[in-house]
Nanobody
Framework: QVQLVESGGGLVQAGGSLRLSCAAS????????MGWFRQAPGNKREFVAG????????SYVDSVKGRFTISRDNAKNMVFLQMNSLKPEDTAVYYC???????????????????WGQGTQVTVPA
């Protein structure tokens, strides 16, 4: 079993920054691809960023490349999403996800991830 707890969301003005954190439990954390999805009102959940177990490989949706950075600390079972230059279109609930299949690849579909956090709201007013 894996439990994921996000924190760090909030309201920030356009151009500002936020850092989301995800605390994970489970023995397979360091072997698991971790990621972040988001869902804006009326939209489907979309992949935002992912990182392999070692932390050496990352992947991002095009709309956040150059602005967001995903990282992990396997010693502390933590995953982070540093979000800079935030835009109103980044407003969404952000979910931390875990792929415990020991895959070496970062998957981008919601159905690829069995474990989800409860979500944290990020709001960037227009």
């Amino acid at each position: 079993q894996v439990q994921l707890v996000e924190s760090g969301g909030g309201l920030v003005q356009a151009g500002g920054s936020l850092r989301l954190s995800c605390a994970a439990s489970g023995r397979t954390f360091s072997s698991s691809v971790m990621g972040w999805f988001r869902q804006a009102p009326g939209n489907k959940r979309e992949f935002v960023a992912g990182v392999t177990g070692s932390g050496r490989s990352t992947s991002y949706v095009d709309s956040v490349k150059g602005r967001f950075t995903i990282s992990r600390d396997n010693a502390k079972n933590m995953v982070f999403l540093q979000m800079n230059s935030l835009k109103p279109e980044d407003t969404a609930v952000y979910y931390c996800v875990a792929d415990v299949t020991l895959s070496m690849f970062i998957k981008k579909e919601t159905t690829d991830y069995e474990y989800w956090g409860q979500g944290t709201q990020v709001t960037v007013p227009a």
